[in-house]
T-cell receptor
Framework: EPEVTQTPSHQVTQMGQEVILRCVPI?????FYWYRQILGQKVEFLVS????????KSEIFDDQFSVERPDGSNFTLKIRSTKLEDSAMYFC?????????????FGPGTRLTVT | GDSVTQMEGPVTLSEEAFLTINCTYT??????LFWYVQYPGEGLQLLLK?????DKGSNKGFEATYRKETTSFHLEKGSVQVSDSAVYFC?????????????FGQGTTLQVKP
């Protein structure tokens, strides 16, 4: 069964460093998402991506964040200058279609620890 | 804005007990409702969904009914197993979002003891 994969599973970085989280969505899916979950808090939407551009983003997704689909298979989330409060589990998801009724398939997550 | 509220966890049950995890929502539009489950070390998996009022979603013995009058989508299972131990997330997707972004509750940890 097709699945979404994410690498690395755990990333430790120092405050102020850049970090790139990688995801490989399901191959025929068109919509891509990033969510995050700070320990003990809700899973929060960060951004959605369709047709090589951001289609929707949350207030969390400020200028420090960017997303890219560099080669037609990978989908990346970059944090330019990490802060302590960026420590969280980051989930990638993909969907065959957009809209409120379509299932999103999630990866296992990358745990980011900023020290 | 839109939000989802789940009952506090953790919930600890004995095998074959009846499960209810409460979920209520607030939405300005007409949302679709979902339950996702996360097993240890894995990603979130869709458990069931309902896209309109009075719809019942069901899967693997779990059920939830979309109640517009009470803005609820409670998850139930008649007889839980140890293998059901996981974190359960209630979520909504509002029609105002053309990309289907999900808004999640805080998650409820279920532990089933033999």
């Amino acid at each position: 069964e097709p699945e979404v994969t994410q690498t690395p599973s755990h990333q430790v970085t120092q405050m102020g460093q850049e970090v790139i989280l990688r995801c490989v969505p399901i191959s025929n899916h068109l919509y891509f998402y990033w969510y995050r979950q700070i320990l003990g808090q809700k899973v929060e939407f960060l951004v959605s991506f369709y047709n090589n551009e951001i289609s929707e983003k949350s207030e969390i997704f400020d200028d420090q964040f960017s997303v890219e689909r560099p080669d037609g298979s990978n989908f990346t989330l970059k944090i330019r200058s990490t802060k302590l409060e960026d420590s969280a589990m980051y989930f990638c998801a993909s969907s065959a279609q957009g809209g409120r009724t379509y299932e999103q398939y999630f990866g296992p997550g990358t745990r980011l620890t900023v020290t | 804005g839109d939000s989802v509220t789940q009952m506090e966890g953790p919930v600890t049950l004995s095998e074959e007990a009846f499960l209810t995890i409460n979920c209520t929502y607030t939405a300005t539009g007409y949302p679709s409702l979902f339950w996702y489950v996360q097993y240890p070390g894995e990603g979130l998996q869709l458990l069931l969904k309902a896209t309109k009022a009075d719809d019942k979603g069901s899967n693997k013995g779990f059920e939830a009914t979309y109640r517009k009058e009470t803005t609820s989508f409670h998850l139930e299972k008649g007889s839980v197993q140890v293998s059901d131990s996981a974190v359960y997330f209630c979520a909504l997707s509002d029609r105002a979002s053309n990309t289907g972004k999900l808004i999640f509750g805080q998650g409820t940890t279920l532990q089933v003891k033999p």
